[in-house]
């Protein structure tokens, strides 16, 4: 009988050890300046919370998206963005999962980073009869009116590429 009673107990006391701490002291100083331990100690990254700021998603679209920022025209030369004769080899069209370049389209694959106005993927390249993947940077600089395309990698470029948006009245 005694060894039931204890076991009916049990609950009791779990539940009460789990309440907050008795106040010893007179005003209830101690319990006031008592921090709180945080419910997620890696603050829910990786469990469907939202990355921290700045590092992977962006309210412009979905990860599996070049960022709006980076759309559109870019030149390497102002003639780039003005040629009606088809020999603007240094012209770019970015669109929310593609690059066209002058003879190769890259499509977005892999995303490594994103934020609003940059992102490094890995890219499928195809042109003249070839295929092949790139791991890729583009970035917006000076107020979005410059691109730069930094390549990694195997045969990889040197230095950076930096492209100008062409305006909305070029050809």
Do not use: H
Not at 14 to 31: E, K, R
Not at 75 to 85: F, I, P, W
Not at 146 to 169: F, H, I, K, Q, W
Request: charged share 25%.
């Amino acid at each position: 009988m005694r060894l039931m009673i204890v076991l009916a107990a049990a609950p009791a006391f779990a539940l009460a050890a789990c309440g907050a701490p008795a106040d010893d002291s007179a005003d209830g100083a101690d319990a006031a300046t008592e921090t709180p331990m945080p419910v997620e100690p890696d603050g829910g990254i990786g469990d469907g919370a939202t990355p921290p700021a700045g590092e992977t998603s962006s309210p412009d679209g979905d990860m599996a998206s070049i960022p709006v920022a980076l759309q559109g025209r870019w030149g390497l030369v102002a003639a780039d963005c003005t040629s009606t004769r088809g020999d603007a080899k240094g012209l770019i069209e970015v669109t929310g999962n593609t690059i066209t370049f002058y003879e190769s389209r890259a499509t977005l694959d892999d995303v490594a980073q994103r934020t609003d106005d940059s992102i490094r993927a890995k890219f499928s390249f195809t042109g003249e009869g070839m295929t092949w993947t790139r791991d890729m940077a583009l970035a917006a600089q000076d107020g979005g009116k410059t691109l730069v395309r930094t390549e990694y990698g195997e045969n990889a470029m040197a230095d950076p590429l930096r492209y100008s948006r062409c305006s909305e009245g070029d050809a």
